[in-house]
């Protein structure tokens, strides 16, 4: 069965621009959490969404955004990029938010800020 | 605000066992063990999780004290792809009508396990 995707696995923006990157969770997980990594902070909680409404939320500023859509794709925003959002993002999908399962990630999308 | 300590690097001679350990001595009654890796600039991996009693599967094997504050891994015959960063986190997990539920997961810095030939 196919994994977690993600899209695009690499990109290059100038800061000032915006990017959204998009992952479409294994079939039938309604679960997505998002996570920046770097390597200052390490793995770090973006938000999660279940049923097309977030659920919670890490302490990033509002230039992050994401959504959920109804087949259970999300995407996720980031505005007026900075060089410090350079970062591998990840998403994760499971197959509900309760219960002891297990979240799948994705190979994530390595943005870069010049 | 992990909630899990880990030490931050580890050597394994490759075939023999690996043992990761993680002390979480302030987890709570509903929280679960979990442990995921991860290999250089891919996605973390799922290893296994726990609660109380300790677990087993093709992986790896987790054994959480009596008392639950610390737990360990074993992988049991280290190739050289095992090397990576391993990661213990402690997850909330809840009913499907638990207001808290989610799949949050707080990743602490990890052990690089580097197996060595």
């Known amino acids: 069965k196919a994994g977690v995707t993600q899209t695009p696995r690499y990109l290059i923006k100038t800061r000032g621009q915006q990017v959204t990157l998009s992952c479409s969770p294994i079939?039938?997980?309604?679960?997505v959490s998002w996570y920046q990594q770097t390597p200052g902070q390490g793995l770090q909680f973006l938000f999660e969404?279940?049923?097309?409404?977030q659920r919670n939320k890490g302490n990033f500023p509002g230039r992050f955004s994401g959504r959920q859509f109804s087949n259970s794709r999300s995407e996720m925003n980031v505005s007026t990029l900075e060089l410090g959002d350079s970062a591998l993002y990840l998403c994760a999908s499971s197959r509900q938010n309760w219960g002891a399962g297990e979240l799948f990630f994705g190979e994530g999308s390595r943005l870069t800020v010049l | 605000d992990a909630k899990t300590t880990q030490p931050p690097s580890m050597d394994c001679a490759e075939g023999r066992a690996a043992n990761l350990p993680c002390n979480h001595s302030?987890?709570?009654?509903?929280?679960?063990v979990y442990w995921y890796r991860q290999i250089h600039s891919q996605g973390p991996q799922y290893i296994i999780h726990g609660l109380k009693n300790n677990e087993t599967n093709e992986m790896a094997s987790l054994i959480i004290t009596e008392d639950r504050k610390s737990s360990t891994l074993i992988l049991p015959h280290a190739t050289l792809r095992d090397t990576a960063v391993y990661y213990c986190i402690v997850r909330v997990v809840g009913a499907e009508n638990y207001g808290g539920a989610t799949n949050k997961l707080i990743f602490g810095t990890g052990t690089l396990l580097a197996v060595q030939p």
């Open positions: 079939s039938g997980h309604r679960s």
């Open positions: 969404y279940f049923s097309e409404t």
């Open positions: 302030t987890i709570s009654g509903n929280e679960y």
